[in-house]
């Protein structure tokens, strides 16, 4: 076909790969201006988007060459497909706990029962020991920690990342998952604090 179209140009005198072409003007782009971005004051911005409840995640993932397992705080998840079985989280650019989890190309996420705050911050905190003490066994299919007494847990092989602003936007395709034959109330973030189902 393509040979078909070439033939046809030379046939018609039109310039081909044989000969120069003749590149077209760059177009002028246009930036935005600093005075026509709408102001938003970063404080505000958190105060309004903390009404928004989120449930609350641990992310894990297996450590290199059997070393100590990666894993960090995370409310930024969601669901995302369900035809692929696709979830997504948000993680800050300037994560030290992220390259980690990028190189096992492979995660689990940890949903937070009511009653694990405290396990939370524990993740939540950088430069420490975050499993130092808690109960875990590896997820079926990428080996990654599953916490013990989660509300639920997905497995998940990372499959597609996004840059989002100050964050990267992490696709994972679910590989397992599962929840405990009793419901778990969830752990939830709202206005900067913890809060629960009130039943």
Known sequence: MA????????????????????????????????DERAPVDPAEFR??????????????????????????????FASLSLDPPLVAFMVARTSTTWPRIARAGVFCVNVLGADQGALCRGFAVSGADKFAGVEYDAAPVSGSPRLGSVAAWIDCAIHAVHTGGD????VGRVTALGAPDTEVGPLLFHRGRFARIDD
């Open 3 to 34: 040979a078909t179209v070439v033939r046809y140009l030379r046939s018609v005198g039109s310039p081909t790969s044989s000969g120069p072409v003749e590149t077209l003007p760059r177009p002028d782009l246009r930036a935005v201006g600093d």
């Open 167 to 170: 964050h990267l936007i992490v």
């Open 47 to 76: 105060r309004v988007l903390g009404t928004f409840a989120s449930g609350v995640t641990v992310i894990t993932a297996p450590g290199e060459d059997g070393g100590a397992p990666a894993g960090f705080a995370c409310q930024s």
